[in-house]
Structure formats: structure tokens, C-alpha cells
């Protein structure tokens, strides 16, 4: 009888420790797998509240879809005297100065990661050339990593869209 006791609150303890860890873990069924425009596999959130884009043109891209109110933070790229002539930029300028920087960005700059950590976003969004850079840049802070490109020399190519 005792050893049927101690078995019932070993098994009892094994299943209220993995109850309680899957509670904490996020399920498959919380995000989709999505292929970039770099063919990689990424798994995204169903439900992304804040973004970031990194890299030249990034936030270009982004800008087209018009989900501004995601962004969370800007690259001070985004945000210098170039911005006057680059028509998304000039669009929202108020707007991205009002934005949390992080890091400096534009063309040949690395991610700043703490910078990016800082504003905790779901999603990040990339145009850098390095695909090795941008899987390390999401095994480093364990947050997706979606590439963008352009595709061709077509801005509007059907692969962009």
C-alpha cells in the first residue's frame, strides 16, 4: 500500500511540473511559419504588437504596409537630416522622432542588439545582405528575424509582393 502511495505522488508531481512548464512554454499553434524573402523558415507570432526594422531600407519596405503603430523603435539613421529626402521618412518624421533608438543603422552597420532588446519587440524585420548574420542576430536575442528584399531590379516584383 505505502508503495502504491509513493508512486501515485511521484506520478502526481510528474504531471503538475508538466502542466505548469507547458504553461510557460509558447505552443506551435502561437506562431505561423513563414518563408522570407531569403528563403528562410521563420516562425512568427499570430499576434505581433511591436516591431523593429533593421538595415537599409527595412523600414522602407515596412513603411508600405502602413502598420506604423507597431513600430517601437527606429534606427537614428531613420531619424538624421537624410530623412528630408527619402519620402517615407519625410512622411513620418514627427513620428520617428518620437520613437526609442536602436542603434544607428544604415548601410554597412551591425545590429545593436542590447539596443533592440531594450524595446521588446515581437518581430524583427531585416534588409541586411548576411543571412548568416541575421540567424545569428535571432538565435542571439530569440526573436524572429524576418528578411526583406527587393528581389530584382524590379522595386515592385512580384516576389516583393
Sequence with gaps: MKKIIKISLVLC??????????CFKPSLTDTYQIV????????????VKRVVCIGASALRLYSYVGKMDLLVGVE???????AEVR???????????????????????????????????????????SVDDMNALEKQLGIPVVCLSYGGSDPFSEQVY
Design 87 to 129: 519620402p517615407y521618412s519625410y512622411a513620418y518624421k514627427s513620428y520617428f522622432t518620437t520613437l526609442t533608438s536602436i542603434g544607428e543603422g544604415g548601410p554597412n552597420q551591425q545590429a545593436n542588439a542590447e539596443a533592440i532588446l531594450a524595446v521588446n519587440p515581437d518581430v524583427i524585420f531585416s534588409l541586411y545582405d
Design 13 to 22: 508531481f510528474l504531471v503538475i511540473t508538466i502542466a505548469l512548464t507547458s
Design 76 to 82: 537614428n539613421f531613420e531619424k538624421g537630416n537624410m
Design 36 to 47: 522570407d524573402l531569403r528563403n528562410r523558415k521563420v516562425n512568427v507570432p499570430k499576434t
